[in-house]
């Protein structure tokens, strides 16, 4: 069966506090990994999106890399606008564009 | 571009009334949308995969004489709930599949059943 598990389910950080946030996943051929941030009351909006063991994306303070087992979401000096919940998903191989999502982890930044 | 336009935001009702959730493409044709359903400090749960012009494809343990969906055009797919009750309150996303560019999303509707 396809999963997702996103780890810590909250973290707190103080602002500049470097972390790392983590999505394993099992899946029957994966497609892609997508990368999500949410906030309260919002849809989701698109971080990131990768195919392949070894790719690495950036996008100002976030870092997404993926392994075959997993995907880490590195956030460098985060600031208290990093404040939200980031989600995890992939596509797998063996359905129709569906998207099966992690827990979530909520991310805190304090000034 | 790619913007998936959700209405309404928030929305309050009776118990035993329908209440109907649009989701409209803007600016591209949306084939495949997604609706999804979120609990409080939890994930996205797929309900259902609606492709346009056909039936919609229910998720395990969704009720689909409770969750309509409707996808009749290429812009517009609509997610009614029937006879609601306190249960259903809930926060509903829809979601366009844009094939190799991915996803886009819907800003979400609060429904609350009181």
């Known amino acids: 069966e396809d999963q997702v598990t996103q780890s810590p389910e909250a973290l707190r950080l103080q602002e500049g506090e470097s972390s790392s946030l983590n999505c394993s996943y099992t899946v029957s051929g994966l497609r892609g990994l997508f990368w999500y941030r949410q906030d309260p009351g919002k849809g989701p909006e698109f971080l990131f999106t990768?195919?392949?063991a070894g790719e690495e994306k950036e996008k100002e303070r976030l870092k997404a890399t993926l392994t075959k087992k997993e995907s880490f979401l590195h956030i460098t000096a985060p600031k208290p606008e990093d404040s939200a919940t980031y989600l995890c998903?992939?596509?797998?191989?063996?359905?129709?564009?569906?998207?099966?999502f992690g827990q979530g982890t909520t991310l805190q930044v304090k000034p | 571009g790619a913007v998936v336009s959700q209405h309404p935001s928030r929305v309050i009702c009776k118990s035993g009334t329908s209440v109907k959730i649009e989701c409209r493409s803007l600016?591209?044709?949306?084939?495949?949308m997604f609706w999804y359903r979120q609990f409080p400090k939890k994930s996205l749960m797929l309900m259902a995969t609606s492709n346009e012009g056909s039936k919609a494809t229910y998720e395990q343990g969704v009720e689909k004489d409770k969750f309509l969906i409707n996808h009749a055009s290429l812009t517009l797919s609509t997610l009614t709930v029937t006879s609601a009750h306190p249960e259903d309150s809930s926060f509903y996303i829809c979601?366009?599949?844009?094939?190799?560019?991915?996803?886009?999303f819907g800003s979400g509707t609060r429904l609350t059943v009181v």
């Open positions: 600016d591209f044709q949306a084939t495949t």
């Open positions: 990768l195919y392949s």
């Open positions: 979601s366009a599949h844009l094939g190799l560019r991915g996803y886009t």
């Open positions: 998903a992939v596509q797998a191989g063996s359905n129709t564009g569906k998207l099966i």
